[in-house]
């Protein structure tokens, strides 16, 4: 069985040919379907986002290249016109501004101009190539904005929830380290998880801001929740690998408040602030009585200070959300 994404994927370039296929096998001025497919093939992608900036990058290199050709075509022919059309077309992209479309123009005029009869090459077939590439720009789009629409701000969210799902196993798992006996082992959750999510989040979150660069400063700030949901699975991370170096139940008789709520730091709530100074004698007391290395508890603080400021961070940026958001007030430690 498919995973969703990708029947949706495969249905929406299926469609996509099917539509652009008929629509060029049933006009007269199409000679060539290929260039209709092949359309549908570089600009079809999984977000509206990227189907624009593909389709946008071949209709202005096959309507440069083909314009360029054709003029070219009415001096010179051969491959010297193809070389002098290379020469024009490059310079005349970057002087637009649009370099992305520079590798697609160079290959419309040589496609143009490798036909076995120049003759043939005239105004009327050079429109007719443009058209064979905009029947099959224009059923993706159609493809893609009727049929199956991505809802990216949804998508967002629901990484986000995973996210936080993720981190909140992942510090349970840290928890259950320090204060499980060693006849229990205690697996640690797959770590490559949360890097994926937060990179897909930075994806989604760059095609939304590409879409609707002014829209609302709520999705203005998404940009910078994806960048601390970044540090959070680092510093989570980081955090749960200075642990595993502790021996497993190395705190199960320790006093440790702050062990028993620490997945609950996901949650907004007050922590009482103790000074650095104190932190640190109390943490290399708890070192001395359960004979374990301070300078690794220490480190294990550290990093844990960091996370919590993280978490602090996206709390705020996130506070004018319909839902609650990770340690909107807190500041933890050990």
């Known amino acids: ?69 054709g003029l070219v075509h009415t001096i010179l022919s051969g491959w010297i016109g193809l070389t002098v059309s290379l020469l024009l077309v490059v310079p005349l992209l970057r002087l637009l501004g649009w370099q992305s479309s520079r590798g697609l123009g160079m290959l419309v005029c ?29 059923a993706v789009l159609v493809v893609s904005y009727l049929f199956w629409p991505v809802n990216r701000l949804a998508e967002i969210r ?17 928890r259950q380290w320090l204060k499980t006996s060693s006849a229990e082992p205690v697996a640690a959750p797959v770590a490559i998880t949360g890097s994926r999510l937060a990179q897909q989040l930075s ?27 970044e540090r959070i699975n680092h510093h989570s991370l980081q955090l749960q ?32 602030e103790v000074s650095p100074l104190a932190k640190r004698q109390s943490l290399v007391r708890l070192a001395t009585d359960q004979g374990l290395a301070p300078l690794l508890l220490l480190a294990v603080d550290d990093e844990l200070q960091r996370l919590v400021r993280s978490l602090h961070s996206l709390a705020l940026a996130s506070r004018h959300d319909d839902q609650p958001w990770p340690g909107a007030n807190g500041s933890g430690g050990l």
């Open 1 to 69: 069985m498919l995973p969703p994404a990708v029947l949706r994927t495969t249905l929406k370039y299926g469609v996509a040919a099917a539509l652009a296929g008929a629509l060029a096998m049933n006009r007269q001025d199409v000679h060539f379907a290929w260039y209709t497919l092949v359309a549908v093939v570089m600009c079809m992608d999984e977000t509206d986002t990227r189907v624009l900036a593909a389709s946008r990058t071949r209709v202005l290199g096959t309507v440069t290249g083909g314009v360029v050709a």
């Open 110 to 138: 040589s496609m143009l101009f490798l036909i076995e009869d120049y003759s043939q090459l005239d105004w009327v077939y050079v429109l007719n190539r443009i058209l064979d590439t905009l029947i099959g720009i224009g």
């Open 158 to 174: 629901g990484l986000d929830a995973q996210l936080r799902a993720t981190t909140r196993e992942r510090l349970m798992a840290i």
């Open 203 to 229: 994806r989604l979150v760059t095609d939304e801001l590409r879409s609707s660069p002014l829209g609302p400063g709520q999705r203005q700030r998404w940009r910078q929740r994806g960048v601390l949901w």
């Open 241 to 272: 690998r200075l642990v595993r170096m502790l021996p497993q139940g190395a705190l199960a008789l320790a006093d440790t408040p702050w062990l028993e709520g620490l997945p609950e730091m996901l949650a907004p709530g007050p922590q009482p």
